[in-house]
């Protein structure tokens, strides 16, 4: 496939506040701060800004930005839907936008006070549950890791999977973070005992299983690759980025169509990652997985092709996740132990695994996947050096 | 610590005219699932087109009520009031004999679950307005 965004737009410059469980600032301001590190470790300026790009499920709004930080040149914004599955999104909109000429230096930010604001694992609680909520809070399906338990028993019916085999994802995302001083949870360590002797919240899942809830912001500075080069920092060029809806599709809760087992969203965005890069799964070299509950990990792990399906738990046991791995995953320590900020903050290592700054350095990396959301209308990208 | 926990009754739906019918018959104790008049696919949630051949010509035909266990799921920690005091208590999906499945509550001890259990559907009567799916093991 011909595909006319590859290698033609890099991410030149990220920039993140601290991951916290309380900032103590408000979601504006934690935004202009990681926006304001991502343009200067460009060597850019908010008048370089032509074109913003968030999350539908963002709290600042881009005219915040825009007022904050005296932007006047703003030719083209886009609000990328489906909340976790957005952020890739955000770099293939943005990628587009320096693309076809309509912009030459794109922000894409996320900004969280999720663990001190509203917390999305809470419920809201509204008088009444719409759309396909409706069908499952009467019973007591209420938060997203009740909605994916359904998901994860479903893995050990039909594959035989075992928490025991579960548990090498938190634990190397942990055993991750506990390298990277940025992470939440670098401190604290995990070991296979606590994973097992846990208690099970949303049957058959463990608290270790859920992502963190955060306080924070991220963003990137995506410009033309010829651009990227003379800039102050390294490029990490977009090899491939795209969006994946699947059929059929809810949110976090696909129950009524097809497997419990496969991400059809998943599967939809792979088979074009695949065409649009030229590259199969054997190229990766590094890969940041959306964290968000252990079983939908294995899930992705298979639908990106990584292994075939029912043999992800075999897979991350057998050794292939670590940091010497055949694919290292979760290189800060992934949602469940850098900090979530709804799966962006997985961008930022994808991007520092090119560079060669992670605290889990790979060796050598040619190719750096992020994924976002499985479970949602979702995205993907291969970032490359 | 001690903090009250606010007085809140069942989560209950919001509905639209696309859904309220299938609602309302389950008040009547009657399971209906939509169904394309064209291609005769049976399809939940209820929707405006049928995906499979994309006609509008949809209606409502009584479903059996049985079909066998999916996937469930056993809360052990509830976020909301109501559930608070019915933890632990379970959550199943259960594969009708149509095909569709249904997110339901069941009448069965927890370590009873496994995949293929049979069951059927009854009806739990919230309020004036509301009747949910409670199913029950066959035997
Ligand atoms: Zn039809």
Redesign the interface.
């Known amino acids: 496939m011909n595909d006319q965004l590859k290698r033609k737009t890099a991410i030149a410059g990220i920039g993140t506040t601290e991951y916290s469980f309380n900032s103590g600032r408000s979601e504006q301001r934690l935004a202009i701060e990681a926006i304001n590190q991502a343009l200067q470790e460009a060597g850019l300026t908010p008048d370089d800004v032509d074109g913003l790009v968030n999350s539908d499920y963002e709290a600042t709004n881009q005219v915040d930005v825009v007022n904050a930080m005296g932007m006047q040149n703003i030719a083209s914004f886009a609000t990328i839907p489906h909340g976790g599955g957005s952020p890739c999104g955000a770099i293939a909109h943005a990628a587009m936008m320096v693309a076809s000429g309509q912009c030459k230096c794109v922000v894409a930010y996320r900004s969280m006070n999720e663990r001190s604001g509203h917390r999305y694992g809470?419920?809201e609680?509204p008088a009444?549950?719409?759309w396909?909520?409706?069908?499952?809070?009467?019973?007591?399906?209420?938060?997203p890791a009740?909605w994916v338990?359904?998901?994860g028993?479903?893995r050990m019916?039909e594959f035989g999977e075992t928490r025991e085999q579960w548990a090498q994802v938190p634990l190397t995302c942990r055993a991750n973070a506990n390298n990277n001083p940025a992470a939440l949870l670098h401190e604290k360590k995990l070991t296979l005992e606590d994973y097992l002797n846990a208690?099970?919240?949303?049957?058959p899942l463990c608290r270790y299983d859920y992502c963190l809830e955060t306080d924070g912001a991220v963003a990137l500075v995506i410009t033309s690759a010829e651009k990227a080069e003379s800039l102050a920092s390294t490029p990490a060029y977009i090899h491939a980025a795209v969006q994946g809806m699947g059929?059929?599709i809810w949110y976090q809760s696909n129950?009524?169509g097809g497997s419990?087992t496969t991400g059809s969203e998943n599967v939809a965005a792979a088979k074009q990652l695949w065409a649009k890069s030229g590259l199969t799964p054997r190229n990766i070299d590094v890969a940041q997985i959306y964290d968000h509950f252990t079983p939908a990990v294995l899930t992705s792990l298979e639908d990106y092709g990584f292994c075939e399906k029912g043999d992800a738990g075999g897979f991350v046991s057998d050794g292939n996740i670590g940091p010497d791995g055949e694919l290292p995953i979760n290189t800060a320590g992934g949602l469940q132990a850098e900090g979530y900020i709804h799966g962006w903050n997985l961008i930022l290592e994808a991007v520092r695994q090119i560079r060669g700054t992670s605290s889990n350095q790979v060796r050598d990396v040619e190719f750096s996947l992020v994924t976002s959301c499985c479970g949602a209308p979702t995205s993907a990208a291969i970032l490359s050096r | 610590m001690s903090y009250e926990i606010p007085e809140l009754g069942r989560p209950l739906p919001k509905l639209n005219a696309d859904t309220e019918p299938w609602w309302a018959a389950l008040k009547r104790h009657q399971l209906l699932v939509q169904t394309c008049s064209d291609c005769e696919m049976a399809i939940h949630p209820p929707r405006p087109m049928c995906p499979n051949c994309r006609s509008m010509e949809l209606s409502w035909s009584p479903s059996s009520g049985k079909g066998s266990v999916y996937s469930w799921v056993i809360i052990n920690r509830a976020f909301h009031p109501y559930f608070m005091e019915k933890i632990p208590f379970a959550v199943v999906l259960v594969e009708m004999e149509d095909g569709t499945r249904l997110v339901g509550s069941i009448d069965c001890e927890n370590d009873q679950l496994e995949d293929g259990l049979p069951v059927e559907v009854t009806f739990d009567d919230v309020d004036d307005d509301f009747s949910m799916l409670l199913f029950r093991v066959v035997r």
Do not use: C, F, K, N
């Open positions: 809470s419920p609680i009444r549950y719409d396909v909520y409706g069908l499952h809070a009467p019973y007591g399906l209420i938060v009740e338990a359904m998901h028993r479903r019916i208690p099970i919240l949303a049957d059929h059929q129950y009524y419990l």
